[in-house]
């Protein structure tokens, strides 16, 4: 498959089994072709790497780091489909949000509504909506740290809407730092927001999980560098605490 010339990101593979890959997704890059898409994407490229045929399971906004995961395979592609469907996948994201949380914990339960516009020239083609006539969406959250002007909380979506976690920080009067789309007005990386996709866990037989994750992405290092804060050891217990958790 032939690509742009323009130099592309090198993939990390976090884990790969007789009938899936992870991969560490950089931001700046499209999880998967559509229209006005540019390519390669990173199905494009994983397909380049592992020389095989690789298909979509799920799919991290083009803005989002952390875990991403492909089926080998028509039939692995739907096993692990019907998993996110019927919500036997847990999914841990990281993110660095603007202001000062006033709760340790909170379940946000608002139904969003996605709201497309096809003929965009530039910016995204869809975004999503608070609105009761929404579909359910509920994300826990769990703040880590407090900073004059910025927070780092870890999110878990119960559910698996579109730009869920993103819409329901920012509802919550809590954006994710650089996310312009949904009102974020901190500067963040080139191409990206500060959103981390760190753990991620899926059936792999009856009673069995396998469980992923993600590195700490210099970005995020950086920014929290820049507001005096730390959060590399919380982030190492958060990682071992998953990898030894059950489903």
């Known amino acids: 498959m032939k690509h742009s010339k323009q130099p592309q990101p090198t993939l990390c593979l976090l884990a790969q089994g007789g009938d899936y890959v992870v991969v560490d997704k950089p931001a700046g890059i499209v999880t998967v072709a559509g229209p006005g898409v540019s390519r390669p994407t990173l199905m494009d490229l994983l397909v380049d790497l592992i020389g095989e045929e690789i298909r979509p399971v799920h799919r991290l906004d083009r803005v989002t780091y952390g875990c991403c995961l492909f089926a080998r395979g028509l039939a692995a592609q739907r096993r692990l489909s019907q998993a996110f469907r019927v919500r036997q996948v847990d999914k841990r994201y990281l993110a660095l949000v603007e202001g000062c949380p006033s709760f ?35 994300t826990s959250v769990r703040v880590w740290q407090r900073g004059k002007s910025m927070s780092v909380v870890e999110a878990r979506p119960r559910t698996g ?17 650089g996310d312009r789309l949904y009102g974020g007005r901190m500067p963040f990386a080139h191409g990206a927001i500060a959103l981390l996709a760190f753990g991620l866990a899926f059936p792999i037989g009856p009673r069995k999980w396998h469980r992923v994750t993600a590195p700490l992405p210099q970005a995020f290092t950086d920014k929290l560098r820049e507001h005096g804060m730390d959060v590399q050891a919380q982030f190492s217990r958060a990682v071992q605490g998953f990898a030894r958790s059950r489903h």
């Open 104 to 138: 340790d914990q909170h379940d946000i339960d608002l139904r969003l509504r996605r709201c497309d516009t096809p003929d965009a020239k530039k910016g995204p083609l869809a975004h999503q909506e608070i609105s009761e006539r929404g579909k359910p969406a509920l």
């Open 161 to 177: 809407r579109m730009h869920q976690i993103r819409v329901h920080l920012a509802a919550a009067g809590h954006p994710v730092v």
